[in-house]
């Protein structure tokens, strides 16, 4: 079955590096995906990979995938307030009409 | 980049009243658009998925008659809440799928549903 994982809660100082982990079990994956929300809004895509891939890197943001031990990580480097959200991470899977399956969920609260 | 517009923003309606919410794609196509249903503090749950000219297909648990879904255009999903409830106030979101990218969704800001 799908099940996507992530901690609840991080909090870093600002200027940090932020690292919000995810795990998911399904091996069948093929787009794994971050988005953050901030409060009472929708969700924005930061950032997507395929699965083929090990790292993207994007500005600020870097995504590191382990499809071996399946996880997924986002680096959020030089941490700033603005980055105070909640970041989801997303498995998408062959074949499933490009369904997305959420994790619960990290709470990024940047400390001054 | 990819702008999906969902509105309204906020509805706050008395129990037993019906609710629209529109959800557009403003500057691509969308063949599939989804449906998504939030509650505070929990992850994003998918309720439907709307193909435009077909029938929604619905999650299981989801009943389709209280739920209504429409998606008469490539630009134009909308959700019908019928009859509404107090146990259904809740955070709606839609996400539309570029026909020619697959597997990138786009969400829209999302609607608060309060139903007294």
């Known amino acids: 079955g799908e099940d996507v994982e992530q901690s609840l809660f991080l909090s870093v100082r600002e200027g940090d590096s932020s690292v919000i982990n995810c795990t998911y079990t399904?091996?069948?994956?093929?787009?794994l995906y971050w988005y953050k929300q901030e409060p009472g809004a929708g969700l924005q895509l930061l950032t997507y990979?395929?699965?083929?891939?090990d790292m993207k890197q994007d500005q600020r943001l870097t995504v590191l995938l382990n499809k071996k031990d399946k996880h997924l990580s986002l680096r959020i480097a030089d941490t700033q307030t603005g980055d105070s959200a909640i970041y989801f991470c997303?498995?998408?899977?062959?074949?499933?009409?490009?369904?997305?399956?959420f994790g619960s969920g990290t709470q990024l609260t940047v400390l001054p | 980049g990819a702008v999906v517009s969902q509105h309204p923003s906020r509805v706050i309606c008395k129990s037993g009243t019906s609710v629209k919410i529109e959800c557009r794609s403003l500057?691509?196509?969308?063949?599939?658009m989804f449906w998504y249903r939030q509650f505070p503090k929990q992850s994003l749950m998918l309720m439907a998925t709307?193909?435009?000219?077909?029938?929604?297909?619905?999650e299981q648990g989801v009943e389709k008659d209280k739920f209504l879904i429409n998606h008469a255009s490539l630009t134009l999903s909308t959700l019908t809440v019928t009859s509404a409830h107090p146990e259904d106030s809740s955070f709606y979101i839609c996400?539309?799928?570029?026909?020619?990218?697959?597997?990138?969704?786009?969400f829209g800001a999302g609607t608060r549903l309060s139903v007294l």
């Open positions: 500057d691509f196509q969308a063949t599939t």
């Open positions: 990979i395929f699965s083929n891939m």
């Open positions: 997303a498995e998408s899977l062959t074949g499933s009409a490009r369904q997305l399956t």
């Open positions: 996400s539309a799928s570029p026909g020619q990218v697959k597997n990138i969704q786009y």
């Open positions: 709307s193909n435009e000219g077909s029938k929604a297909t619905y």
């Open positions: 399904d091996s069948s994956s093929t787009y």
